[in-house]
């Protein structure tokens, strides 16, 4: 029996959400002609941006630590040269703003986004036309952003965070107590959100590496023997790459994003160039034969009529055969006659036809039967004729229409004519049954009643 294959589950995991090696050397934007100076400069560039937008818009640092590991996923999926890291930006943080239950508005999303990039060239503050042209412009390719990034990581946009695990250590190890190391630690968490570290190693690591930074920086001593790492299974070399690591981000310097979008601009025309060059360099259309054409060649007209007249029947099979010839005389191509081989059969009608042309030819030289040639004035005749065919069928059927939307206005007129009546009767009939329950009233009155004028005028007195 075959195994079954199971389409319909996702399987995620902490060693699912690592990206392999061969992809992080390997790179999309690499592959592009961009240089890996460049590529970590888009990445920094990019988590500062988002960062600080998310501060801004007063979200929770798990927002936007999912915004900034999101950034990084989707661009080892794609290239920094086809898709523009500016609205990346912000379709990130719009999505996970909206994954960490504490979306915020698309329109305020774009606001924050135009007042860094205006405050980090240095012009002067400019409020987003929401009305304008620019805002739906934005708005729309925010969204085709946020599409394309589901899209490539294929809906699985689950993120672990080390924040708990930080404290957690701190716990095990006694030292939670200490606020200013565990803010450190927190410090340099945060911070090692704009380099692939979270991508390439687990939680587990990056928290104890966070840790072994602070408590170096603030010069306390932790556990050597045993040492303290092997108690949460994290390798000592690879925290000691983190650290490194870390330490070589704070000495880069951020770069303007207008700087790096220039250089990006500049890839991606020598792209276009390449494609228009490999183009024009593939052949637009294929040879074509000369006896496609209705030509012979040079060999053909070398050799001697019974060998043509062979290879012309082999090419009857294979390709498709010449029209047929009205008469048995045949047309020379090129000073050579064609041989009767090649002829097609004749139909019956062509047959008759072609006797008949042989027979008178001896009388005359003039065939029977001439083309009949219209006349301009026949023509004329011809096409007014069409015209005026044609003016009577739309005249016709105009007229019809005419008559079925009188028919259907008659019928309207009469129906709202009934349901007038049928009001007024309706009215009529209410009106007679209040004056005869009036009536009635009056009646019953005065028949209970009819003692009282009499009483009135003779006992009071």
Not at 300 to 313: G, R, Y
Request: charged share 30%; proline share 5%; net charge positive.
């Amino acid at each position: 029996m075959d195994p079954v294959k199971v389409f319909d589950r996702i399987y995620l995991s902490s060693s699912n959400l690592l990206v392999p090696k061969e992809r992080l050397i390997n790179t999309p934007s690499r592959k592009d002609g961009m240089s890996r100076d460049l590529e970590i400069d888009m990445r920094v560039t990019g988590c500062h941006y988002i960062q600080s937008a998310g501060i801004l818009l007063k979200l929770p640092q798990v927002a936007m630590a999912t915004a900034q590991i999101l950034y990084h996923r989707f661009y080892y999926a794609k290239s920094f040269v086809k898709f523009k890291c500016y609205y990346t930006m912000m379709a990130c943080l719009f999505l996970a703003a909206k994954l960490e239950e504490s979306s915020r508005r698309l329109r305020d999303v774009i606001n924050v986004f135009h007042h860094l990039r205006n405050k980090r060239q240095g012009s002067p503050p400019v409020v987003m036309d929401y009305v304008g042209e620019e805002y739906f412009r934005l708005r729309n390719l925010i969204i085709k952003h946020e599409r394309y990034i589901l899209k490539e990581l294929g809906f699985c946009v689950h993120v672990q965070h080390p924040h708990k695990l930080i404290i957690s250590c701190l716990q095990i190890l006694e030292l939670e107590k200490n606020t200013p190391l565990i803010q450190k630690a927190w410090n340099y968490m945060n911070d090692s959100l704009r380099t692939n570290i979270f991508l390439r190693y687990n939680v587990q690591t990056i928290a104890c590496s966070c840790i072994y930074i602070a408590t170096g920086h603030l010069k306390i001593a932790l556990p050597l023997q045993p040492p303290w790492w092997e108690l949460f299974d994290v390798n000592y070399t690879d925290m000691k790459t983190i650290s490194l690591e870390l330490i070589a981000l704070y000495q880069r310097e951020i770069k303007k994003l207008q700087e790096l979008e220039k250089q990006v601009d500049q890839l991606q025309q020598l792209l276009i160039s390449k494609k228009d060059s490999n183009k024009e360099m593939t052949p637009s259309s294929q040879t074509v034969s000369p006896a496609h054409l209705g030509v012979m060649s040079q060999d053909s007209q070398e050799k001697s009529p019974k060998e043509m007249s062979q290879l012309t029947v082999s090419r009857s099979d294979k390709e498709e055969a010449p029209p047929p010839t009205t008469s048995n005389e045949l047309k020379p191509l090129n000073g050579h006659k064609r041989p009767l081989s090649a002829t097609p059969p004749l139909s019956s009608t062509q047959e008759k036809r072609s006797k008949l042309d042989n027979h008178d030819t001896k009388a005359s030289s003039k065939p029977i039967i001439s083309p009949i040639k219209l006349s301009s004035d026949s023509e004329d005749e011809s096409s007014r004729y069409h015209e005026v065919h044609k003016n009577d069928k739309s005249r016709r059927m105009k007229s019809r229409h005419h008559e079925r939307s009188g028919r259907h206005k008659t019928e309207r007129k009469s129906r709202k004519r009934e349901a007038r009546s049928n009001s007024r009767d309706r009215r009529s009939w209410s009106r007679e049954r209040s004056s005869s329950r009036e009536r009635w009233r009056e009646r019953r009155y005065h028949h209970y009643h009819r003692d009282d004028d009499y009483h009135i005028k003779h006992y009071r007195k």
